[in-house]
């Protein structure tokens, strides 16, 4: 699993900051996350954020990776996950990631588009274990 899929925070990587969670029995390394009996927001800490960083951010991120947002908003202690999701986000954010890396957002409406053009760039070699299908994921 690439540093920049998934429940794995870039940004902490990048500047050594990493708190990760004991790998699960696949090998598979998550974000040690805040977690609670349900995925829910801090009134408080919502409050504080829109009242000091809201502006800011707006002025300062552009074209970060799709998983960014949410890595940010776990840093700065905005929401909790809900207990035993980590696998589910993570399936999710590694989506979202590569739905950017290979540039499908603007068609991800049209199913028709989305198979030519990675056909286009991967080929369609699917009987030779290879083609679009495994560039997925």
Same mark, same amino acid.
């Not at 998550?30 to 919502?46: I, K, L, M, R």
């Given at each position: 699993?690439?540093?920049?899929? /998934? &429940? =794995?925070?870039?940004?902490?990587?990048?500047?050594?900051?990493?708190?990760?969670?004991?790998?699960?029995?696949?090998? @598979?390394?998550? @974000?040690?996350?805040?977690? +609670?009996?349900? @995925?829910?927001?801090?009134?408080? $800490?919502?409050?504080?954020?829109?009242?000091?960083?809201?502006?800011?951010?707006?002025?300062?991120?552009?074209?970060?990776?799709?998983?960014?947002?949410?890595?940010?908003?776990?840093?700065?202690?905005?929401?909790? @996950? $809900?207990?035993? +999701?980590?696998?589910?986000?993570?399936?999710?954010? =590694?989506? +979202?990631?590569?739905?950017? =890396?290979?540039?499908?957002?603007?068609? &991800?409406?049209?199913?028709?588009?989305?198979?030519?053009?990675?056909?286009? =760039?991967? +080929?369609?070699?699917?009987?030779? /274990?290879?083609?679009?299908?495994? $560039?997925?994921?």
């Amino acid at each position: 699993h690439h540093v920049g899929n /998934g &429940l =794995r925070d870039v940004d902490a990587w990048a500047a050594g900051a990493v708190n990760e969670s004991p790998a699960r029995s696949d090998g @598979t390394l998550y @974000t040690n996350v805040p977690e +609670g009996e349900v @995925t829910a927001v801090d009134p408080e $800490a919502a409050e504080l954020y829109f009242a000091f960083e809201a502006e800011h951010a707006l002025a300062t991120y552009r074209n970060q990776y799709p998983a960014a947002a949410y890595h940010y908003f776990l840093r700065l202690g905005v929401f909790t @996950t $809900a207990k035993g +999701g980590r696998a589910e986000i993570d399936r999710m954010l =590694r989506y +979202g990631n590569q739905v950017q =890396r290979l540039g499908l957002a603007p068609i &991800l409406h049209d199913p028709v588009a989305i198979v030519d053009t990675l056909k286009a =760039r991967f +080929g369609n070699d699917t009987a030779a /274990g290879g083609g679009f299908q495994d $560039a997925l994921f």
